[in-house]
């Protein structure tokens, strides 16, 4: 026989709790509001106010440290903003700042060519060097100039201060130059002060040699080295360097001149090819480059002009007073 269980809800007894709570409060509420001051509800708040207070107290740098965490998360967002322009702005102002550099040492060894080419009269073609070897035993350069710009070979070329080799091959945009530092290498020179003549040849260590001088010919440490333009291997007049040292004394035939170069070939970035030059280039000097303004320069090189006169005077003055003294002496 089937059993027939019928599923009832239970009386809501459950909710009686919450009516009687509801109208419980709703009672308190009209006596709050109907009594003073002074009534039972009003004592009854103040009893738990001064019950919660002191757990309010003991709350509140928690509470204090929760917004400071907050205040602090949103300032490190603008921070980390701020920080991101500023490092922005500082990569441009150093991009800013190399590429003025950059600016002021190409200025400054232009200025080393167009000094020399005001000194010696040079008509030619500025080039950049564009590649270079390192071999000890093949020394040369390219330059961004070629048979477009009037270049041959077997001509001179020359660095911010002075000859650093001659062109041995050219293209259309493009020319490339034996070093005088290259063992292959010989320029007939002369030395300036003397006028004697030699021959200066590159070698492996990447000196310079003066050979071929009269066993005669006084060389001292500091002469000029200029080329002499024999053979018309390069242009006359031009400066190679000084001779650095000597090895060996004059009448000795196994002497050992070292000239230095007057440009730092290794640092060359540009580079001048000579067409021609003034008939008298090898009577002129040319300063020690230095790195300076144009009118530095320009004062310098009138210092340097005035004082070779200055000297002459000087001279001059010094060898009358002591020939008066002289002559006070003997009378």
């Known amino acids: 026989m089937a059993l027939n269980f019928q599923h009832r809800d239970p009386a809501p007894l459950g909710r009686v709790p919450l009516i009687i709570a509801l109208a419980i409060s709703l009672v308190c509420v009209g006596v709050y509001q109907a009594e003073g001051a002074s009534g039972p509800l ?12 002191p757990l309010q107290l003991a709350s509140a740098p928690l509470t204090e440290a929760i917004d400071d965490a907050g205040s602090s998360a949103a300032d490190n967002t603008v921070s980390e903003e701020a920080y991101a322009a500023l490092r922005e702005q500082n990569e441009i102002i150093t991009q800013q700042l190399a ?40 020394q040369t350069v390219t330059l961004d100039v070629g048979s477009n710009s009037g270049v041959e070979t077997g001509l001179t070329v020359m660095g911010p201060t002075g000859v650093v080799g001659q062109v041995i091959s050219v293209s259309g945009g493009a020319c490339r130059v034996r070093l005088l530092t290259d063992p292959q290498s010989g320029a007939a020179a002369m030395v300036q002060s003397s006028r004697a003549e030699g ?15 009269g066993a005669d010919v006084n060389i001292q440490v500091g002469d000029v080295v200029l080329t002499s333009g024999l053979g018309g291997s390069y242009t006359r007049g031009l400066i190679i360097g000084t001779v650095v040292r000597v090895e060996g004394s004059a009448g000795n035939d196994t002497r ?14 540009e ?12 009577d002129r000097t040319v300063r020690p480059a230095e790195p300076a303004d144009d009118e530095d320069g320009e004062d310098a090189a009138k210092n340097d002009d005035g004082g070779d006169e200055s000297g002459a005077d000087d001279g001059t003055g ?3 007073d002591a020939a008066g003294e002289a002559g ?4």
């Open 318 to 320: 010094s060898d009358t």
């Open 199 to 213: 021959i200066v040849r590159g070698s492996m260590d990447g000196l310079l040699y003066l050979e071929n001088i």
């Open 42 to 53: 009003h004592r009854v708040q103040a009893i738990v106010e001064g019950v919660v207070a």
């Open 99 to 138: 590429a003025a550099e950059e600016q002021r040492l190409e200025n400054e060894r232009l200025r080393g060519l167009l000094n020399l080419r005001d000194t010696y009269g040079i008509t030619g073609a500025v080039g950049r060097v564009i590649g270079r070897t390192t071999d000890a035993w093949n």
């Open 271 to 282: 580079a001048i090819v000579v067409f021609s030059a003034a008939e008298d280039s090898a």
């Open 256 to 269: 050992k001149i070292v000239v230095a170069p007057n440009d730092a070939v290794s640092l060359m970035e």
């Open 328 to 331: 006070e002496e003997g009378a």
